[in-house]
């Protein structure tokens, strides 16, 4: 498909031939969950003469997220915890940019690429027939004094590549320094939210400082000084209040300070100041508390609810607008399981790869004028890993810990990861990482791959933050 300045109608889209009807253009924007297997079930349903996929995407690949804390401790590879787009989806056009702006009205996105930024021609117009609004979310910040400025965020498999890389040279800093308050810092470790992302990244890189610690001749794991900071009054609520208070046992045993019901007032000058006095000086501050909607939900002329997102129908379909479809975080979709009317599914893996194989059903019987299905799934349970063998499961109404638990964890999730390559590959090495010791190589130096080139041209090297 041709990336034009102006408007294109979709009857001119390459297939069609004078006479014949003109294919449907389905624009996908986003390359996540949603995105990827929305496309996939499309590609597989749709025969190429009935319709154009065209998939929208800043980065070539999918990031399988629940992945991204095993690959911060370095118990999967990085290459393994993303999937390659134009691989799983060879019938689909894949666009590597950005949508910047939605005129559903007119049926077009304006789209910035890699070609359009050297060009420096701007972003061009992207007309469709059919929407699938999947951008995920971004992280969700405050206006903490320092925190844009030395916040360490944890949503990319480069951010949880580069924490972990900036982790292991903490302690090589803490190792070398013969400053006490440098020492000092550099060995303490602050998460701010106690969901998901800041628990499991916690736990699992704590485990794995821990155990390089023993290759440290002069850092001893009690050294090391780890923080979760939480607002609310518990951690990873999706699991249940009795496994959430098993889980804060099991990071204060491992002498984690949790910190329940306190925020973060700044940390400026690289100290972390809490709002109950506590002062912590830290040279590593991982942000994970929360998300909000895309910018380009707000970009758009499509009706959004109190929270930003995407107000849609029970059969994914962007309520009061037509031709447009939305699932994962970007929507807010009617759970027709629950009890009480009026709530929402939540916003996360496992109802977004199932929203997506309805999506992409309804849309195809849309296109052919078959009747569309309700989306409706009652809510499994949650897992969630506290490091190695360390875990917290509440599935169909029971409750793990320990070993099990983080059993079950690895067991669903490799169940759930694309592709049986990556399945694959992610059981392998697992096997592997039973039968051998842990990798704690920083690689922190491919950050900056020119900075030793530069140097020695003359150059100066890149400071490290």
């Known amino acids: 498909m041709p990336l034009r300045h102006g408007v294109v109608k979709a009857h001119n889209s ?39 996929i065209v998939v929208v995407t800043p980065d070539p690949y999918m990031t399988y997220q629940p992945f991204l804390p095993e690959a911060a401790a370095g118990s999967i590879s990085p290459r393994h915890v993303v999937v390659p787009l134009r691989r799983v989806l060879d019938g689909c056009k894949i666009v590597i ?7 559903h009205a007119k049926r077009i996105a304006t789209v910035a690429t890699l070609a359009t930024e050297e060009e420096g021609t701007g972003p061009v117009e992207m007309p469709y027939d059919e929407l699938v609004l999947a ?11 320092g925190l844009a400025e030395l916040g360490i965020g944890f949503k990319t498999v480069e951010e949880a590549i580069g924490l972990r890389n900036h982790v292991i040279e903490q302690m090589d800093i803490a190792s070398a320094t ?3 308050a440098l020492r000092d810092a550099a060995l303490t470790f602050v998460f701010v939210g106690g969901g998901y992302a800041g628990v499991e990244a916690l736990g699992e890189l704590e485990d794995m400082a821990r155990y390089a610690s023993r290759y440290y001749h002069n850092i001893k794991a009690e050294d090391m000084k780890w923080i979760l900071v939480e607002a609310s009054g518990r951690i990873l609520p999706e699991v249940g209040e009795e496994m959430g208070q098993y889980a804060i046992r099991e990071l204060r045993r491992r002498n984690i300070d949790v910190r329940l019901e306190t925020r973060l007032d700044s940390c400026a000058d690289r100290v972390a100041v809490l709002d109950d006095g506590s002062r912590f000086p830290n040279r590593t501050l991982v942000w994970t508390a929360g ?10 002329d499509l009706p959004l609810n109190a929270r930003g997102r995407l107000a849609c129908t029970a059969e994914l379909k962007v309520d009061g ?6 699932a994962g975080d970007a929507a807010a979709v009617p759970d027709l399981t629950a009890d009480e009317t009026g709530k929402e599914c939540a916003p996360n893996a496992q109802h977004a790869v199932r929203q997506a194989k309805v999506l992409a059903e309804n849309i195809v019987a849309s296109l052919r004028g078959e009747p569309l299905k309700n989306y409706e799934h009652s809510y499994a349970g949650s897992v969630a890993s506290l490091g190695l063998h360390q875990g917290v499961a509440h599935v169909y109404g029971r409750k793990l810990k320990g070993y099990p638990a ?13 592709t049986f390559n990556r399945k694959a590959r992610v059981l392998a090495e697992w096997t592997l990482s039973g039968l051998f010791k842990r990798e704690i190589v920083s690689l922190g130096s491919l950050e ?6 530069e140097l020695a041209a003359g150059g100066h090297p890149p400071k490290t933050p």
Do not use: C, N
């Open 97 to 103: 940019g950005e949508a910047r702006s939605i005129d």
């Open 321 to 326: 607008a037509e031709h447009a479809w939305a």
């Open 291 to 300: 998300v909000k909607p895309h910018p380009i939900l707000a970009a758009s």
């Open 135 to 145: 951008p995920g979310s971004v992280s969700r910040t405050l206006p903490v004094p």
């Open 406 to 418: 983080w059993l079950m964890h690895r067991a669903y999730h490799l169940s759930r990861v694309p």
């Open 448 to 453: 900056h791959p020119r900075a030793e080139f």
């Open 14 to 52: 390459p297939g069609s031939t004078p006479g014949s009807p003109p294919r449907t253009r389905i624009l996908v924007v986003g390359g996540g969950y949603v995105g990827m297997y929305t496309a996939l079930r499309l590609q597989r349903k749709l025969k190429s003469d009935e319709a154009e």
């Open 178 to 180: 013969r400053d006490p």
